[in-house]
């Protein structure tokens, strides 16, 4: 990546030179939930035993990988939104830069989409046939990949894998950002990615007992989310002056608030406090009191939410400094 540090303050002679915007963050973000669907539906789709109350097929296997599909085109479409030259966009699918990591992630998504789309129609069940019975061609695709559905599960387990560390190293691999100039930020966005799949798999699960399972997961996710989070801080301190600079944002200049609110409490503490009675009940009980089910919805939806404020954060403060600005040192 190659940065160019403008300084005059000349508009005619010095136009303005856009940033990234919310439109980034939000594709970031979509990007992250699409992998974590992917990976976590492939991922009980190759699961011998059901994880339901009544032993019926998880609805997070049969309507997760079709919602995979729909989240990613959404994300490409902000992407889109953030080109100023659209027709740009093709020159993408016409080189391939093996240096790039934009290169990677657009022949990436090129994949994906396809992939995800035959997958998701593979993987409806029977009841769903009168929703496509209007498109004779995606009732061919049903007939013809369901015998295949556990390979394309497989498939989109590994580029599941590929998107959600591809959405951190995006940021990453910018030299000149000593704030996502860091290894860990793909991880990061990785398991965020993954706690926020479980978490959208939570609110359309049908079955309590799927329910519960996922929330387990996400439990589990979480703390690892809170381990790399400090980690992730704890080497940017002990790094170079630009790179403890960089975090001064989280800290100071009015920002620290929000930030640690929002991440923290909204999307780490809460959703672990409204269900860390809930994850005791025994898979066994198929009884569930309407309260409990509408705190892991709730946790849920805060998980959500913190992942999503975790990639604007990001995106925004990582534009506050450069590798050469350490005037600012924290």
Not at 136 to 147: P, R, T
């Amino acid at each position: 990546m190659v940065e160019v540090n403008i300084t005059g303050t000349n508009a005619i002679t010095y136009p303005h030179l856009n940033i990234w915007d919310w439109t980034i963050g939000m594709y970031l973000f979509l990007g992250g939930l699409t992998a974590g669907v992917m990976i976590i539906a492939s991922l009980l789709q190759l699961r011998e035993k059901p994880i339901t109350s009544t032993g019926d097929r998880a609805r997070a296997c049969s309507l997760g990988p079709i919602l995979s599909f729909l989240m990613i085109n959404v994300g490409m479409f902000f992407v889109f939104i953030d080109i100023t030259r659209k027709i740009n966009a093709f020159w993408f699918y016409l080189h391939f830069n093996p240096t790039s990591p934009m290169s990677w992630g657009a022949w990436g998504v090129g994949i994906i989409i396809p992939l995800t789309f035959i997958w998701g129609i593979a993987s409806l069940e029977d009841k769903h046939l009168p929703f496509i019975a209007k498109w004779k061609v995606l009732v061919d695709i049903f007939h013809k990949f369901l015998l295949y559905r556990l390979v394309l599960a497989r498939i989109n387990l590994s580029l599941g894998i590929f998107l959600g560390i591809y959405t951190g190293i995006l940021l990453s691999f910018f030299v000149a950002r000593p704030l996502w100039n860091n290894a860990l930020l793909p991880i990061l966005f990785m398991v965020s990615g993954l706690s926020a799949g479980a978490a959208l798999l939570i609110i359309i699960a049908k079955d309590n007992g799927e329910k519960l399972y996922l929330t387990k997961i996400d439990v589990g996710l979480i703390a690892a989310e809170i381990i790399v989070i400090l980690l992730f801080f704890a080497s940017q301190l002990t790094s170079t002056a630009p790179h403890v600079a960089a975090i001064a944002p989280f800290f100071t200049r009015g920002f620290y608030f929000p930030f640690w609110i929002a991440t923290f409490l909204i999307g780490i503490f809460l959703p672990i406090a409204f269900v860390m009675d809930i994850i005791k009940i025994s898979l066994s009980r198929t009884e569930y009191v309407k309260f409990p089910i509408f705190r892991m919805h709730l946790s849920a939806w805060f998980v959500v939410i913190g992942s999503f404020i975790i990639r604007q954060a990001f995106v925004y403060v990582g534009q506050l400094s450069s590798i050469l600005d350490i005037t600012n040192r924290w």
